[in-house]
């Protein structure tokens, strides 16, 4: 849910489940880089997937489309941020109405 939420809200795409996710936001993504570029650059830092990383995909594989590189990369980041929200999320042991 939570990378979900985080496509729709910076790119407003919905994504399919499976690999179809991949090319609804690559799409997307290729939008910007035609479109608003600049912008681009601003979603990839907000959800903070490495400059170095972009750079090093678009090297590693210069026939891919670089909207589906850029889309792996998103998703990939935003995995990696819902588990370590999941893994560090408190677990409280206070009961709910001792809680502030």
């Known amino acids: 849910m ?13 994504l399919p489940n ?3 996710q991949y090319l ?13 570029f600049s912008g681009l650059v601003t979603i990839l830092y907000r959800l903070d997937v490495g400059e170095e990383k972009v750079k090093q995909a678009l ?23 819902a588990s370590a929200r999941q893994q560090f999320q408190p677990k409280s042991g206070i009961p709910d109405d001792e809680k502030w």
Do not use: C, M, S, W
Request: charged share 35%; proline share 2%; hydrophobic share 40%.
């Open 59 to 81: 090297r590693d594989q210069p026939g891919t489309d670089a909207g589906l590189l850029i889309a792996r990369l998103v998703i990939e980041r935003l995995l990696e941020k």
């Open 18 to 20: 499976g690999d179809a």
């Open 24 to 36: 609804e936001l690559a799409t997307r993504i290729n939008e910007l880089i035609n479109q608003d």
């Open 2 to 14: 939570f990378v979900q939420e985080n496509i729709y809200r910076e790119f407003n795409v919905r």
